[in-house]
T-cell receptor, first 110, second 114 residues
Framework: QKEVEQDPGPLSVPEGAIVSLNCTYSNSAFQYFMWYRQYSRKGPELLMYTYSSGNKEDGRFTAQVDKSSKYISLFIRDSQPSDSATYLCAMSDTGNQFYFGTGTSLTVIP | DAGITQSPRHKVTETGTPVTLRCHQTENHRYMYWYRQDPGHGLRLIHYSYGVKDTDKGEVSDGYSVSRSKTEDFLLTLESATSSQTSVYFC?????????????FGPGTRLLVL
């Protein structure tokens, strides 16, 4: 069993839709949670960071962490074609080693 | 890319040749990492470094070695390249800025082993 599971998609939505991306994990020691966005042929860029449980909002993006269910989510409101990318979840227990999901490919159709 | 450069950005080589990829950071951060990214596997850790001359193995270290003689440089060497090592290689650093417990990635190196 992988440490982190993420549905690879692909996910295709119309412009303006709300997008929900999810990851589950098995290690209850994880306490740092991240979402990365990766455009084609580019390196991953940090999108959201959350420590422990709870929600964090940044513009159109909201990250949620439910440690009791070992489940994290990223919501994108009013999705735009520029949001088309692969989204990777990542997490860590120590803050020094990181475990990644395989990524979900998202296409936002104008 | 948070002050991280990788060289070369693209490389084509032949099976059996040694290959060295370079990662250079200007952030003066302690931790550096090498990952490979392949379809269906996501990012997999090859090796990481927690200081000058301090390195450790990751999930997929067989066939790879690393060296870190200066804080800013982390080298990944494929001793004798094989076709299974065709991949995109990313360097990352952590412990930067106000968020210590996360990673920032370089632009990647695309390696093709024929």
């Amino acid at each position: 069993q992988k440490e982190v599971e993420q549905d690879p998609g692909p996910l295709s939505v119309p412009e303006g839709a709300i997008v929900s991306l999810n990851c589950t994990y098995s290690n209850s020691a994880f306490q740092y949670f991240m979402w990365y966005r990766q455009y084609s042929r580019k390196g991953p860029e940090l999108l959201m960071y959350t420590y422990s449980s709870g929600n964090k909002e940044d513009g159109r993006f909201t990250a949620q962490v439910d440690k009791s269910s070992k489940y994290i989510s990223l919501f994108i409101r009013d999705s735009q074609p520029s949001d088309s990318a692969t989204y990777l979840c990542a997490m860590s227990d120590t803050g020094n080693q990181f475990y990644f999901g395989t990524g979900t490919s998202l296409t936002v159709i104008p | 890319d948070a002050g991280i450069t990788q060289s070369p950005r693209h490389k084509v080589t032949e099976t059996g040749t040694p290959v060295t990829l370079r990662c250079h950071q200007t952030e003066n951060h302690r931790y550096m990492y090498w990952y490979r990214q392949d379809p269906g596997h996501g990012l997999r850790l090859i090796h990481y470094s927690y200081g000058v001359k301090d390195t450790d193995k990751g999930e997929v270290s067989d066939g790879y070695s690393v060296s870190r003689s200066k804080t800013e440089d982390f080298l990944l060497t494929l001793e004798s390249a094989t076709s299974s090592q065709t991949s995109v290689y990313f360097c990352a650093i952590s412990g930067t800025g106000t968020i210590q417990e996360t990673q920032y990635f370089g632009p990647g190196t695309r390696l093709l082993v024929l």
